[in-house]
């Protein structure tokens, strides 16, 4: 792999490696983006078309509404070496058997060690949901500091793969 000095950042835009992010509902798409910006990495969003996303420096790619929609066109789009941002664990269960990489929109990068741990807490989660005894409360709300943590662990992240 070749790097290009470019002022402060070292561009990976000759690994191959882009950016998809499971655009329905993420709430880092703007830190996404900059963080991709500065290791010249191409950011490709996926929503369908109840949702309205525009960017003026990633291509957005709309697909026709229905369960998983997004989540299977990126699973068609997705490449060896490429990174996933999603918070869906049935999403990064798939991008890591394509031997790409998933990151959550909390920070941390899924991993063959935790997938299964998380699709077992999901599928639990999702039991108690349904019985009539259990009301689970969603998460609180999210605040800047979180964004900012999002954007300096992807960085970090995007770092460890230009030392490869």
Known sequence: MTKLQAGPAVFLWETGMKVLIDGDGCPVIAETERAAALYGLEVLIFCDTSHL??????????????????????????KKGDLVITQDYGLASL???????????????????????????????????????????????????????????????????KNK
């Open 53 to 78: 996303i525009s960017s003026r420096t990633s291509r957005v790619i709309l697909v026709d509404q229905g369960r998983d929609a997004a989540d299977w066109a990126i699973i068609s789009a997705v």
């Open 95 to 161: 991008v890591l058997a394509r031997k790409a990489y998933g990151f959550h929109q909390n920070g941390w990068q899924y991993r063959d060690e935790n997938i299964e741990t998380l699709l077992m807490e999901r599928y639990e989660a999702g039991k108690a949901r349904r019985s009539a005894r259990n009301h689970l409360k969603g998460p609180p709300k999210r605040d800047k500091k979180q964004n900012e943590l999002f954007f300096q662990r992807l960085c970090a992240f995007f770092e460890q793969i």
